[in-house]
């Protein structure tokens, strides 16, 4: 047995330790300190209800979670989660979404550097090269952890998890010997625990999430069982009862006898709490018969039993890290479910060569043992640009509108599903997502460099689908930068009725004979683009407008299709028999991707639908003497709903008295919620009013015009 394994079966109490020290260490590795004569003065203590930028914290104690302090908060309304998971995603897992799909399944657990690092900035953070996932389609259900008692998800892996169709999960833990303190404080009745599970249950419905992963590793007196069992029976049945569809998962730890004893299977000593919930995340040093013997136990809830795989390789099966598919195969293979924990190890021990890469690498092993679970999109409209939720600058509609350094996972549109080609040079382009380049929308792109020859074409999966399509048509507008002869279009794969397959082609604007001549062989139908727009001649970047008419066909894949035209020879040409340089260059970039019938462009309301106005408005002067600004927006729809527009973009005009109506907006930041914080903002000299203007973004990634959008004007004091 390994040595950590060892350890935590039998010296529970140091593994605890060990574990929190490790925790502890990477909080100083991402924090170090200053010397001892530049110490700074330490900050006040952390209070919830004065006005600061929105944050996400965890609850430290039983007597924050009983008393709702929470939602007097001035965060809480920030932390709020709208997104909801699409109701075609969740129709798709059956039951009207209050079951996941009927097959194995796989829970990503976050544990990434002791949680609330980057991701605590609710309004996007400052680090280009934070932490993200962005391999959604690889995931049925997330839990974001930490070492805290009450873990709340940041919004951010709510909002972008919810988008993709994965469920969201809390943290509840007790552990070492505060937690068994605590434990006897949440256990002294029946009434209390199930207080404190409903008290659980409304945080979650409030804030947007799903439901909770429950980890009591603390050993309990026997006589305290019940009201365990009564704890998670009734927060089970509360969060169903709210929110249908929503999960309450055990984790392997104490067991129905209250020893803290790790069962690394499903059997009779922690099968009690299994039957009261939804689900049990079995610990990870179990062995490669123990996923049968589980599923055999649980019977025909057999896909409710994830067995744990730890990703830095501490006394689980197959050793994590870069063989975490060697436990993968076996539970496939069982066919119970799986949960991966801390995948951010890829990101904590700086694997090589850089984090995109080795991310993607990782990934592509779980791809290859499992297989792709979300497909998208499913409906319309459908709308990605590639973000990642981190760059290095944003752009809208190919203009620059911020070029600094930035990290909001809220900002993820749709994540396409590229496939990790290994080695790169066995492949004539490379396709990758590039956050340094020009974005067309966002902070990302996709960009597709090599070397092809004239008449070659090279294909790239972008998006797996299951889109049942109508009596009317489809159009598909993509936003494409290249060079050359180098041209991008799309492959569109369908399903019929009768499950034959047909493949459309959306060509690039060009030669339309030779196009044909080219790809009609190949293709069930080849489209030219209806419509080709030039956004801006200094950005490069030319929108594509295609239609597709398949009715009671279903979207199956969309890929790039990369491409040269195969070029007729002169007489001249044809008859040199001098040899070819072989392959030319090719480079294009894919900006963004719409989906959309007649009926789906955005429709903002005017600017005087909405209500506009600030609180908490406070000024202060910095060390120069130079005014700044600190206030919360809100605003709403006066009729009707507003969360239909998934996304608010935040600028400011900084009037004066020379300044025209055509002056730039500075940008800010983006918002979810109908509500943004602006903390500091600097006042030049000069400045008589300070105009945000909330742009309405489009869940088609339309944006409503600057000057069309509605505003919150505030007068400078003084001027």
Excluded at 92 to 114: F, S, T, Y
Aim: charged letters at 20%.
């Amino acid at each position: 047995m390994p040595l950590l394994a060892y350890i935590k079966t039998h010296h529970p109490s140091t593994f605890s330790a060990l574990k929190y020290l490790r925790s502890f260490l990477f909080s100083i590795m991402e924090n170090p300190t200053t010397t001892a004569g530049d110490d700074p003065p330490p900050p006040p203590p952390f209070d919830p209800s004065i006005p600061a930028v929105p944050i996400s914290y965890p609850l430290q104690t039983l007597e924050q979670l009983e008393s709702r302090a929470y939602f007097n908060s001035f965060h809480y309304p920030f932390n709020q989660s709208p997104v909801k998971i699409p109701p075609a995603a969740a129709a798709a897992a059956g039951g009207g979404g209050v079951d996941l799909p009927q097959r194995p399944r796989i829970l990503v657990c976050h544990d990434m550097a002791g949680g609330y690092t980057d991701d605590k900035f609710v309004q996007g953070g400052t680090n280009g090269d934070a932490y993200a996932i962005w391999h959604w389609y690889l995931i049925d259900v997330f839990v974001y952890f930490s070492h805290n008692l009450v873990t709340l998800p940041p919004p951010c892996w709510t909002n972008t998890a919810h988008r993709h169709g994965v469920k969201v999960l809390g943290t509840f833990i007790m552990e070492w010997d505060e937690g068994k303190k605590r434990a006897d404080e949440l256990l002294t009745s029946k009434e209390s625990a199930e207080m404190y599970a409903e008290r659980l249950a409304e945080l979650a419905v409030a804030l947007g999430f799903d439901g909770w992963l429950i980890n009591m590793e603390v050993n309990l007196d026997v006589g305290q069982i019940p009201n365990l069992k009564a704890f998670v029976g009734h927060l089970s049945e509360t969060m169903h009862s709210k929110l249908p569809g929503s999960l309450v998962i055990w984790y392997d730890s104490v067991t129905v006898d209250g020893d803290l004893s790790w069962q690394n299977q499903l059997n009779d000593k922690n099968k009690t709490f299994f039957d009261l919930c939804d689900g049990i995340f079995v610990n990870y040093s179990w062995e490669e018969n123990f996923p049968k013997l589980s599923a055999d136990v649980a019977a025909d809830r057999k896909f409710d039993v994830y067995m744990g795989i730890d990703v830095f390789g501490r006394g689980t099966y197959g050793d994590g890290e870069w063989t975490t598919n060697v436990a993968l195969d076996v539970i496939k293979k069982n066919d119970v479910s799986a949960a991966i924990f801390a995948p951010g190890w890829v990101y904590e021990t700086k694997q090589p060569p850089d984090f995109q890469t080795a991310q993607n690498r990782w990934w592509g092993l779980v791809e290859k043992s499992w297989g792709i679970v979300q497909n998208y999109p499913k409906a319309l409209p459908f709308y990605s640009d590639f973000d990642q939720g981190h760059g290095f600058h944003i752009y809208s509609n190919g203009n620059q509108v911020s070029q600094t350094s930035w990290n909001n996972i809220s900002s993820q549109s749709f994540q396409p599903c590229i496939e990790y080609s290994g080695d790169s040079t066995t492949q004539p382009i490379q396709v990758s997502i590039d956050l340094k380049g020009a974005s067309f929308n966002g902070g990302g792109n996709i960009t597709f460099t090599g070397n092809l020859d004239n008449g070659a074409e090279f294909t790239a999966r972008l998006f797996r689908g299951e889109l049942l399509l109508s009596h009317s048509p489809i159009h598909f507008k993509y936003s494409v930068k290249s060079s050359g002869n180098s041209l991008l279009g799309l492959a569109l794969e369908f399903s019929s009725p009768t499950k034959e397959t047909n493949v459309v082609f959306l060509a690039a604007s060009g030669n339309t004979l030779l196009t044909m001549n080219q790809f009609s062989r190949y293709y069930t139908n080849v489209i030219m683009p209806r419509g080709v727009t030039k956004e801006g001649e200094e950005s490069g970047w030319v929108l594509q407008e295609s239609s597709v008419e398949m009715s009671g066909h279903t979207l199956k894949e969309i890929r790039a299709v990369c491409y040269k035209l195969k070029l007729e020879k002169s007489p001249a040409v044809a008859a040199d028999k001098t040899p070819s340089h072989g392959p030319s260059e090719y480079n294009a970039v894919l900006g963004d991707i719409k989906i959309f019938s007649g009926g789906n462009n955005s429709n903002f309301p005017p600017s005087d639908s909405w209500l506009v106005g600030g609180e908490f408005v406070s000024w202060s002067l910095d060390s120069k003497g130079s005014k700044k600004l600190s206030v919360k927006i809100v605003w709403q729809l006066k009729i009707g709903d507003g969360d239909i527009f998934p996304k608010y973009t935040v600028y400011v005009d900084k009037v004066t008295s020379s300044s025209s109506e055509n002056q730039d907006s500075e940008f800010i930041g983006e918002a979810v919620v109908k509500t943004f914080y602006v903390s500091d903002l600097e006042v030049p000299s000069g400045t008589s009013g300070l105009k945000f203007r909330i742009q309405v973004c489009g869940p088609d990634g339309d944006r409503q015009k600057l000057e069309e959008s509605p505003f919150f004007l505030v007068k400078v004091e003084g001027s």
